[in-house]
Every structure is written in structure tokens, then in C-alpha cells.
Nanobody, 115 residues
Framework: QVQLVESGGGLVQSGGSLRLSCVTH????????MAWYRQNSGNQRELVAS???????NYADFVKGRFTISRDNALKTLYLQMNNLQPDDTAVYYC?????????WGRGTLVTVSS
């Protein structure tokens, strides 16, 4: 069964840090470019960062220099280290492939940044 399970979110003050994890089940993880997405209430889901099968990283301009995406193919897990969090980073964060390949979205993990 294909499943994406995100965790690591929480409430943090502005300037704080969090590390998100996404454990994958049922996919050949090492063959997928993976990404983190986020969705604020009332907004569309947006791409935050991606990482290829060989570790090449790409970031949205609004997180460059603050967030770091990484992966552990042996553990089939995707990570997002988030530093210097700002209130605008408040959102539900999801992982999935990039491009999307009909992998069902997980529940996401809520990140709330207070000012």
C-alpha cells in the first residue's frame, strides 16, 4: 500500500527551527525525485523544495538559505530542515513526488510560526 506519512510539525516562535520527516511506504523511493509542498488556508498548494534521485536540490525563492531538503534512500525517508522560520511559513507541509505521479497525498504536518 502506497503511503506518505509526514511528521515533525509544531508550534514555534519566529526565528525558530523545525525538522520535518516524510516516511514513504509502497514506492521505490530511490527512483523518485521527491519534494516538499505546503498549503496555507485559502491558498493553493505550493512547491517548497525538491531533491532528485542523485541529491540535487532546488528551492523556492521564499525558502532559499533557510530550508534544507535531504533524503535517506535506505530509510525511504525525506527530510526538511527549516531554520529562521517566519509567520508566513505557517502551513500544512506535505511530501510527494515531483512531478506528481498519482501518489495519494498524506495528511501532512502542520507548522505554525508565531510572531
Amino acid at each position: 500500500q502506497v503511503q506518505l506519512v509526514e511528521s515533525g510539525g509544531g508550534l514555534v516562535q519566529s526565528g525558530g527551527s523545525l525538522r520535518l520527516s516524510c516516511v514513504t511506504h509502497g514506492i521505490i523511493f530511490r527512483t523518485y525525485t521527491m519534494a516538499w509542498y505546503r498549503q496555507n488556508s485559502g491558498n493553493q498548494r505550493e512547491l517548497v523544495a525538491s531533491i532528485t534521485t542523485v541529491g540535487k536540490q532546488n528551492y523556492a525563492d521564499f525558502v532559499k538559505g533557510r530550508f534544507t531538503i535531504s533524503r535517506d534512500n535506505a530509510l525511504k525517508t525525506l527530510y526538511l530542515q527549516m531554520n529562521n522560520l517566519q509567520p508566513d511559513d505557517t502551513a500544512v507541509y506535505y511530501c510527494n513526488s515531483r512531478p506528481l505521479r498519482s501518489i495519494e497525498w498524506g495528511r501532512g504536518t502542520l507548522v505554525t510560526v508565531s510572531s
